[in-house]
């Protein structure tokens, strides 16, 4: 899947009164199919102790069931050598509702895999799972390639075999253990039920196919999941700029969402197809979502209540506020001072969580809704 373009980007946080919609009168109507608008402002709160914050940020934000925000920074520096360089390394950070930080530091428990490149993370209530591909040894050998003037360059890449694995920590940031997946296809994200068993979606080497899997604790094999026959694309990969050799191709992006008490979303983003709820038993439930018309979700945003969605084209600020049974839009949440709904965490208890970055320290903002006052608020009904 695509990952998350990297921000510099200020970061906010919101705080959520769902207010009563207000009364039309008997020669004034609204629009049945357009949702009442919220206006968010925002204030600062007092930085979080004990994190230095990197400026570079990756968003969208992750976060969990709890209201625990997941911060994952990029320290800026090192070369990147063309067409072969290492990732830099991301370092996840936890922010809970009161302020206490956790890190998770990837390099000491991978200190023995070469090429580590983390694909995916997911924070259940008790544990944070990586999705990490690497090699257990280093065999280097020379390449070749061709330089933007004409030239050849060479460069040392290792060709030894790549797997997926799972590396586990505790919620405090205590590593415990990794886990060699043994699956057969291209695993693009990672889920945990609180049962112990993992979630994995990606898709087939060959056809291309998404495939949806649950395995068992030790990341073998449990069982495929099917998935209800158009619910999903017949294909992961995708051309744009045309097609044939010249063409680039993307994977379908796609998310999981805890779901509580033992269910996880499968987020189809940028893509009309449903949300997929799996419980831990294996049932799949399509939820269409009922969006307006020329939009498509862009990614879902952790709640403890409704689902909350951001939309494309393009990111004006709003939020979807959206119900988790038969995916009707409920409210739209318009965010001000020009910030993206990218940068909103998560809702909890009734509070839209985010930070921005502010003197080398990430700063909570939260933001109260208060109903928007439109001038075309109501339609006259004509007859």
Request: charged share 20%.
């Amino acid at each position: 899947m695509f990952r998350p373009y990297l921000g510099f980007a200020l970061l906010l946080s919101v705080s959520l009164s769902l207010l009563a919609q207000g009364q039309a009168n008997s020669k004034s109507i609204r629009s049945s199919d357009v949702p009442p608008l919220y206006r968010i402002s925002f204030e600062r709160k007092d930085p979080i102790a004990g994190i230095n914050a990197s400026p570079a940020i990756k968003l969208p934000f992750g976060c969990a069931g709890d209201g625990t925000v997941f911060v994952t920074m990029v320290p800026l520096g090192g070369q990147m050598h063309a067409p072969s360089y290492a990732p830099p390394p991301l370092l996840l950070v936890s922010v809970s509702p009161s302020g206490r930080a956790h890190t998770f530091p990837l390099d000491q428990p991978t200190a023995q895999l070469f090429d580590v490149r983390e694909i995916d993370h997911y924070a259940s209530e008790s544990s944070v799972i990586f999705l990490i591909k690497a090699a257990r040894e280093n065999k280097p050998v020379k390449q070749t390639y061709a330089k933007p003037d004409g030239t050849e360059g060479e460069f040392t890449r290792n060709s030894a075999e790549r797997n997926y694995y799972i590396v586990i920590f505790d919620r405090d940031g205590n590593y415990q253990k990794t886990i060699q997946l043994d699956v057969g296809f291209q695993v693009q994200q990672i889920g945990a039920f609180p049962n112990g068993v993992f979630l994995a979606f990606g898709y087939d080497d060959a056809t291309h196919a998404p495939k949806l899997v649950m395995l068992k604790e030790d990341g073998t094999l449990l069982r495929f999941l099917q998935i209800p026959k158009g619910d999903v694309p017949e294909s992961m990969l995708g051309t744009k700029e045309g097609s044939g050799k010249g063409a680039a191709v993307y994977i379908a992006p796609a998310q999981f969402v805890p779901v509580e008490p033992h269910s996880i979303l499968v987020v189809q983003n940028k893509t009309s197809f449903p949300l997929l709820e799996v419980n831990e038993g294996g049932v799949i439930r399509a939820i269409p979502l009922k969006l307006p018309k020329g939009t498509q979700v862009e990614g879902l945003i952790v709640s403890n209540s409704n689902l909350y969605a951001r939309v494309s084209p393009g990111d004006d600020g709003s939020i979807y506020e959206i119900g988790a049974q038969d995916g009707v839009v409920l409210r739209r949440f318009q965010l001000e001072n020009g910030r993206s709904g990218s940068s909103v965490a998560c809702v909890h208890d009734g509070k839209f969580l985010s930070f921005e970055h502010g003197d080398g320290k990430l700063v909570p903002l939260i933001g109260t809704p208060e109903p928007a006052i439109e001038a075309n608020a109501g339609v006259d009904e004509e007859k």
